[in-house]
DNA sequence: TTCATTTTTGACCGTTTGGTCCAGTTTTTA
DNA sequence: TAAAAACTGGACCAAACGGTCAAAAATGAA
């Protein structure tokens, strides 16, 4: 059995480097960041990162694993039981939501899969692609039950999930792009009314 | 004045060279890809390329920048005397194509794009911006004369981004997920029907 | 206080990387 | 065909990087 001992400084000093790991990993993917770099963010010394951690891999996969489940768990809630347009939209309110509240999370997936997914391509055939297929069981359902138009469940959700994403992932062009006097908040408020208008038009039959 | 003298082997080998460094940093960002790598990929020696390039700087932004023009040209077409569907969805099949057919370049941008567009930066905010508050007005103009419903023109635009490019940029979530039995053009057909139920339903009044 | 344990860090190491140099080879030109 | 120009590649360099180590500093139990 493993020992359990974790002391209050490991578990502040871990969770520190972790995200400063996130800062840097997000902004400049695995291969362009350095462990001087983290080691800077968190305001600590090298040496001490990898007395945390045994590799910059390590750190990595951690940060991977630790926030996968959060990233896919609004896509888990989707329910058949629940009005279409209510269940769709609430999913793209939530995915919008990360996408502002933690878009380095995003940008951190975004760059292990344009890089190849090496570390998560068993999740991504595995857990994920399971979980896909179920939510497009459903979504299937409500278009056979002549509540949905028909589409294809799979690509339904891959638009779902890059109109949202974008505003994560390409943050910095929605910024050189949109009116700079625009704040934040109006800047998704807009994008969230603009997704709400097309997809639910898009999708529920009259 | 700048000489004009580019031999016929310039021309071949800087054309090799990018064509490899295309494939290198699509796939491994700027920082992850090596001299080395590019070399090997144009099966050429390192030292050559410094002879057709000073610097790895010096290849990645006459990457960016050659292939921008091409990147943007779908849009610029964009037209108000045309029919507003028939438009928007030759805009979003043109996109798509790109992304079926030059997925390594729309990578470069994002990943360029991701990690801060530090040498894009003034494209950005100059002239597409100004491409597409030009488009944006065209979109209005539809709006207000009772052609398409009212949304944000700029979020339309980033919408249509977003879901084209996912094909390219997320392309090995997109075949983890597919069913491995479809072929990529059946998954692209499939997408684009998806695309313009959503988008047509979605924009066009009735 | 004492002493063992945990934590921190600066110095150091081997490898990789972008880039240089130059001697040699091929191609062009006159 | 011979000189000049264009081109190639192997040896090399300095900086950056991931990672190690041992010694010092902080912490905690008695």
Redesign the pocket.
């Known amino acids: 059995m493993a020992e359990k ?1 974790t ?4 578990r502040q ?1 871990k969770h520190r480097i972790m995200q400063a790991a996130l800062e840097v990993f997000s902004t400049s993917g695995y291969r362009g ?5 983290i080691a800077k963010t968190a305001k ?5 990162i ?3 951690f ?5 750190i990595y996969i951690s940060l991977l694993t630790e926030t996968l489940e959060e990233w896919l768990e609004p896509l888990r809630v989707l329910d058949h039981d629940g009005d279409p347009a209510d269940e769709i939209m609430k999913y793209v309110d939530r995915k919008l939501q990360m996408s502002r509240d933690n878009p380095k999370a995003s940008r951190l997936f975004a760059n292990e899969i344009m890089h190849g997914a090496p570390n998560i391509s068993d999740i991504l055939h595995g857990s994920l692609k399971q979980l896909v297929d179920e939510k497009c069981v459903i979504i299937q359902q409500w278009i056979d039950e002549g509540k949905l138009v028909s589409v294809s469940p799979y690509h339904l959700i891959f638009m779902i999930w890059a109109a949202t994403q974008h505003y994560a992932d390409f943050e910095v062009q929605v910024d050189a792009i949109v009116d700079e006097c625009m704040g934040r908040d109006q800047c998704f408020d807009e994008a969230r009314e603009t997704l709400r208008t097309v997809f639910l038009n898009g999708l529920l039959p009259r």
Do not use: G, H, V
């Open positions: 001992k002391t209050r400084i490991q000093n960041a350095t462990i001087d770099q600590i010394s090298k040496s001490s990898f007395y945390y045994p590799s910059k891999t390590e």
